[in-house]
């Protein structure tokens, strides 16, 4: 059975967002006391956290679908709906986020630190939040956004300071064992090591960790045995150790060989150029493996590597071991920049910024793109035509409607809002702006004049026929 996974594709989906209320408040003697629709809850979050206490993907690999709550619609009597509530996702420590096509979108290392993997959509405004001098009494409420759908990869890279590395049955998982707390599974057989240990080793006062990777063989970083799919793991560690193995029962290798087989898997792979490396030649309790060991430590010392001899089983030079690393782990550390505090980065928008652009496609559609027509569009309810009158006001109010006709848009043309998958496609029909008032502003309920004062529904009627009677005036015919 699987008990280690260290890359998985998660679906996740955040929560929608809550519609609004469309509602008038009622009582006794008073039938319409305005509107007094409230608006609907955010969606919850998708939120991706590190959590110290998890140390693999493996509840990711069984269940790879996660969905946020949705937020409450809102209700009368100016009731706001529940927000969503926010799904928190813990993930080990070193996890790197993905999209499909392998992009990196955060690389979460440390408690706490966490990414909104999905963000929930927003809640629809209510008809009391949309009510205005102008629009009394709004029939209608604004929808609630669907929350985001993302296809996100976590990627599982070790956080450690050092990297054991080398063949199959070299030594490392008994070394790591005895140099550490860490109890690996250790066997006389190739591959025993499925799964990347951890240990921590304190020399000193350097506490540091030290990782047992699974064994390497040539090839390894175009997908042979165990290498590609675990040398991710090294690529945090400050220092790389090479475990060689001074006892082989293989006649065609020696630690030299391994060395540089080893080497160049690592050169393939790319990016541990710059490591510093240490050369341990394991089991110099067996005899040969003691003579082997001093026949080849010359050579690699010439290389310019650090070399130790030490057995794991009698637990030779395993002190001098563990303080060298440790002098080259507190090195690296003191090379590393220090943290900043944390900055605000304002990027404020272009004054000449219009938040929307109208492209002519090949085919003669005008698109029209933008984080606001988008948003609007999919919170207007298609079926009320006070809430399509709204959205065409506020694309008007923005400018869409001019910056159409400057690109050639003529009436009965189609437009399109949004995605070419998801985008809402109408035929174009140009505002008359003159004499729009006569037929009534749009969201605006008569049957509230019945709570102004008499005096005042008189000379206001009294007005709207002097205008009538201006344009009637006006009128030269042909």
Known sequence: MTTFVDRVELHVAAGNGGHGCASVHREKFKPLGGPDGGN??????????VDQSVTTLLDYHHSPHRKAT???PGEGGNRSGKDGQDLVLPVPDGTVVLDKAGNVLADLIGHGTSYVAAQGGRGGLGNAALASARRKAPGFALLGEPGDLRDVVLELKTVADVALVGYPSAGKSSLISVLSAAKPKIADYPFTTLVPNLGVVTAGSTVYTIADVPGLIPGASQGKGLGLEFLRHVERCSVLVHVLDTATLES???PASDLDVIEEELRQYGGLGDRPRVVVLNKIDVPDGKDLAEMVRPDLEARGYRVFEVSAVAHTGLRELSYALAELVGAARAARPKEEATRIVI????VDDAGFSVVREDDGLFRVRGEKPERWVRQTDFNNDEAVGYLAD????????????KAGARSG????????????VFDWEPSVMAGAEMLGRRGEDHRLDAQRPAAQRR?????ERDDVQREFDDFEPF
């Open 40 to 49: 609907g809850g955010r969606g919850g979050d998708v939120i991706l956290t």
């Open 70 to 72: 949705n937020g409450k």
């Open 252 to 254: 065609d290798r020696d």
């Open 347 to 350: 990027r404020p928008k272009a």
């Open 394 to 405: 506020r694309l008007n109010r923005l400018g869409v409607e001019e910056e159409l006709v």
């Open 413 to 424: 043309d189609g437009v399109a809002i949004g995605p070419e998958d998801n985008a809402v």
């Open 459 to 463: 000379r206001d009627r009294q007005a």
